[in-house]
């Protein structure tokens, strides 16, 4: 159980052009997502975290007009990378978080991650 | 401020023991995870600490202490597959995670 898939796994675009990435829980009810960046060889950071229905929280220095984020249901988030440049070739992760009950570990689940190339 | 310390990079030979250390700062403590990384994948869960003691999962086991703000990660048996970033990263009372910077491990024959 909690399986969080990502799609694309791989995109290349032009820059100007604009990429949607979906987020899904296949198994679980995501109240939360999060979303991650990670640059070659350093460690994750948190873009944004987002609950089904309201808007995302962004992190300081996250343009959130240029990443928009949307967590229309409880299992599905969508990040969309609008004007691309090449400095936003990244890998993109996205994980959700379940809050079943008492005793909750508060796991986030990650999705396998979507490899951005803008040319 | 929050931070999370670990070191960058070890390295370990096939069949033995290593100890990954982890310090951390966090406003409030609801819980310290580590995450396996192998390059180019997604992290994955490996172990979850929020009472004091040591918690043993396989050949994994990971220990906390409150009271000293750390945290270890103990691999046994090493084997080649185990080369990848170990994430260690604390839970604040917001429950979001502050991730480390990751500890690269080495296995070598």
């Known amino acids: 159980g909690a399986v969080v898939s990502q799609h694309p796994s791989r995109v290349i675009c032009k820059s100007g052009t604009s990429v949607k990435i979906e987020c899904r829980s296949l198994?679980?009810?995501?109240?939360?997502m999060f979303w991650y960046r990670q640059f070659p060889k350093q460690s994750l950071m948190l873009m944004a975290t987002s609950n089904e229905g309201s808007k995302a929280t962004y992190e300081q220095g996250v343009e959130k007009d240029k990443f928009l984020i949307n967590h229309a249901s409880l299992t599905l988030s969508t990040l969309t990378v609008t004007s691309a440049h090449p400095e936003d070739s990244s890998f993109y992760i996205c994980?959700?978080?379940?809050?079943?009950?008492?005793?909750?570990?508060?796991?986030?689940?990650f999705g396998p991650g979507t490899r951005l190339t803008v040319t | 401020g929050q931070n999370i310390d670990q070191p960058t990079e070890m390295t370990a030979t096939e069949g033995a023991i290593v100890q990954i250390n982890c310090t951390y700062q966090t406003s409030g403590f609801n819980g310290l995870f580590w995450y396996q990384q192998h390059a180019g994948e997604a992290p994955t869960f490996l172990s979850y600490n929020v009472l004091d003691g040591l918690e043993e999962k396989g050949r994994f086991s990971s220990f906390l202490s409150r009271s000293k703000g750390y945290s270890y990660l103990l691999l046994k048996e090493l084997q080649m597959k185990d080369s990848a970033s170990y994430l260690c990263?604390?839970?604040?009372?917001?429950?979001?995670?502050?991730w480390g910077a990751g500890t690269k491990l080495i296995i070598k024959p």
């Open positions: 994980s959700a978080r379940a809050l079943r009950g008492t005793g909750d570990s508060y796991e986030q689940y």
């Open positions: 198994d679980f009810q995501a109240t939360t």
């Open positions: 990263a604390g839970m604040d009372s917001n429950y979001q995670l502050i």
